[in-house]
């Protein structure tokens, strides 16, 4: 636990339904912003998200640009295209609209518009913390929390490696928390988001970062996410599900964001980099086997999850709470028809291969030292072994 903590949040969080109509006057409390670009991807297009926020900006007199190339697992390439547009449009402002990858790329246009292009300078330890163009996040799914951190995940096109940039230059300035986005989400992208928010609130926890400030928003995220995702997953026009969750997917990236992730985290990275597993999915195949690998070294803190979550009870003890958590875990896994790495149709001798280079680059991250317990090359390799086929 740390003694102080410098909490580092966006200037303006716009929560609830409709607050999509607040954009022109959060972009005047700014200041002087006169021609945003758009950036995100055309399955927002399609979806009627960009129409949305674009009428918003039009019904104040204001004319946007649209960059609509954003990909899964951003890569520094597609970055590199969007600062082109950024720069032949003249435009002073960038709105990530979508889930993650839109945003994440949006955050990191918005700052190598100030800094290096070269995604190797953002390697960690580097971190940047004067902030780019204004940002606004507009996230059209609850899982990330990107809106709300101080990180974003990019992709080397050539090598494929994951790289998480840090500092407070990737805080949005601004971000719209309107859970009317996320009512036409599918089962599939409903659970997995959800299961990224508890990933991120069950690491913040657990973190050897964590802080008063980080504990609060993890467990309150904890706390909605176990309540409501089972309803929104049976039914997605649940709006008081929907609402619950997206404001826990903020929570949790304010916990994580203030604290760390960990090990679940440092291991799904690379399933998405080398493997294109969508981060929430990748998250939540490896969530069960983290935590009982993890669990005796910070029984009572995972004992909190467990009581958090529903799945434990104030009356059980420590001992017990945790070990419902794993329980638990691996039975979200199974209801919400989460698949193993095997079933999700990863080549096994590709895998095999690929599991020292997977190991090397989660560690590398640096997240792995602020797991409780602080896993070897070797077993890292073991985990996804058991990974492969079980999920649930
Ligand atoms: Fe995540």
Redesign the pocket.
């Known amino acids: 636990m740390r003694k102080t903590v410098r909490v580092c949040t966006p200037r303006y969080l716009q929560i609830g339904e409709g607050s999509v109509s607040c954009l022109p006057d959060i972009l005047s409390a700014i200041g002087k912003i006169s021609s945003p670009l758009i950036i995100t991807d055309k399955t927002m297009v399609e979806l009627g998200h960009v129409a949305k926020v674009q009428s918003a900006l039009i019904n104040q007199g204001i004319a946007c640009g649209i960059f609509d190339e954003t990909v899964p697992d951003p890569t520094d390439e597609v970055v590199l295209a969007a600062l082109s547009k950024l720069e032949a449009g003249k435009h002073d402002c960038v709105i990530g609209v979508g889930g993650?990858s839109p945003i994440d790329t949006a955050k990191a246009v918005a700052v190598m518009s100030r800094y290096s292009r070269d995604i190797f300078d953002y390697r960690p330890p580097a971190e940047f913390n004067e902030p780019g163009l204004p940002m606004i996040a507009v996230p059209t799914t609850a899982?990330?929390?990107s809106e709300v951190t101080h990180h974003t995940v990019l992709v080397h096109a050539a090598t494929r490696e994951k790289i998480s940039c840090r500092g407070e230059a990737f805080v949005p300035t601004a971000a719209i928390v309107d859970y009317d986005f996320t009512l036409s989400k599918p089962k599939r992208l409903t659970a997995d988001n959800a299961l990224?928010t508890l990933?991120?609130g069950i690491e913040a926890y657990i973190s050897q970062k964590r802080s008063m400030y980080s504990d609060r928003m993890a467990l309150d995220c904890m706390r909605l996410v176990g309540k409501l995702l089972d309803r929104a997953y049976a039914d997605g026009g649940d709006r008081e599900a929907r609402e619950g969750l997206m404001f826990a997917a903020t929570l949790g990236g304010l916990a994580?964001s203030n604290a760390s992730?960990c090990l679940v985290?440092a291991m799904?990275r690379p399933l998405g980099g080398l493997f294109h597993v969508p981060?929430?999915l990748s998250?939540a195949m490896l969530l069960p086997m983290v935590t009982e690998f993890s669990l005796e070294s910070a029984t009572p803190r995972y004992a909190d999850c467990g009581r958090a979550i529903g799945f434990a009870s104030t009356g059980d003890d420590d001992q017990t709470a945790a070990r419902k958590l794993v329980q638990g875990l691996y039975a979200y896994n199974k209801n919400l028809e989460v698949p193993s790495i095997e079933a999700f149709g990863i080549d096994r001798r590709e895998f095999e291969n690929a599991l020292g280079q997977m190991a090397e680059d989660a560690l590398r991250s640096g997240a792995p030292n602020l797991n409780p317990r602080v896993p070897t090359k070797d077993e890292i390799i073991d985990l996804y072994r058991q990974a492969w086929s079980t999920a649930s």
Do not use: A, E
């Open positions: 993650g899982g990330t929390g990224d990933t991120h994580f992730i985290h799904s981060h929430g998250n």
